[in-house]
T-cell receptor, first 115, second 112 residues
Framework: AQKVTQAQTEISVVEKEDVTLDCVYE???????LFWYKQPPSGELVFLIR??????QNEISGRYSWNFQKSTSSFNFTITASQVVDSAVYFC????????????FGTGTRLLVSP | ETGVTQSPTHLIKTRGQQVTLRCSSQ?????VSWYQQALGQGPQFIFQ???????GRGNFPPRFSGLQFPNYSSELNVNALELDDSALYLC???????????FGPGTRLLVL
């Protein structure tokens, strides 16, 4: 079975602080995809990044960066110099590369960035 | 390019009633998935539709059913509503074999 664990329920930081959101996943498959989505109060899930299991290169996109480590089954997300607009719930998700496209989500981490 | 749209945005029903939620997929996408997100939880996969047929289902009872139309839009129907059906219902679309699902704004359903 597939499982995603986001142990941090809620994180509070002050603007301009760096923050890392943790994600640990479980799967027996060798081919899979990992995702991060952002959910602002409006409710819509906004796609941030996708990684496939063959690509362990870390990625940086502006203030966002992602650290994928297969050895520890982790896919962590760091926001540098956080801003109030980053306040949202962030979800990590896992999808197999076979069959239908079911996403398995973690329980999410609520990030509160205060001025 | 038009994103995923859902209607209605909010809905209030009473226990035992039936409800239909609607979703229009992003242009160029032919696969639609539905998710249920209870308060404080991550989304849970309900089912997926491709070529007007259900081709994958999560752990939801048969009173959750769906349709997909030739224009790839979709409906989620829930019969005999229960209080625990109160949730945000999210629709996501992708192309078949596509790697990323794009979500709509959701429908908030409250069952009293």
């Amino acid at each position: 079975a597939q499982k995603v664990t986001q142990a941090q329920t809620e994180i509070s930081v002050v603007e301009k602080e760096d923050v890392t959101l943790d994600c640990v996943y479980e799967t027996r498959d060798t081919t899979y995809y990992l995702f991060w989505y952002k959910q602002p109060p409006s409710g819509e899930l906004v796609f941030l990044i996708r990684r496939n299991s063959f690509d362990e290169q870390n990625e940086i996109s502006g203030r966002y960066s992602w650290n994928f480590q297969k050895s520890t089954s982790s896919f962590n997300f760091t926001i540098t110099a956080s801003q109030v607009v980053d306040s949202a719930v962030y979800f990590c998700a896992l999808r197999m590369n076979t069959g239908f496209q079911k996403l398995v989500f973690g329980t999410g981490t609520r990030l509160l960035v205060s001025p | 390019e038009t994103g995923v749209t859902q209607s209605p945005t909010h809905l209030i029903k009473t226990r035992g009633q039936q409800v239909t939620l609607r979703c229009s997929s992003q242009s160029g996408h032919n696969t639609v998935s539905w998710y249920q997100q209870a308060l404080g939880q991550g989304p849970q996969f309900i089912f997926q539709y491709y070529r007007e047929e259900e081709n994958g289902r999560g752990n939801f009872p048969p009173r959750f059913s769906g349709l997909q139309f030739p224009n790839y839009s979709s409906e989620l129907n829930v019969n005999a509503l229960e209080l625990d059906d109160s949730a945000l219902y999210l629709c996501a679309s992708t192309s078949w074999g596509g790697e990323t699902q794009y979500f709509g704004p959701g429908t908030r359903l409250l069952v009293l």
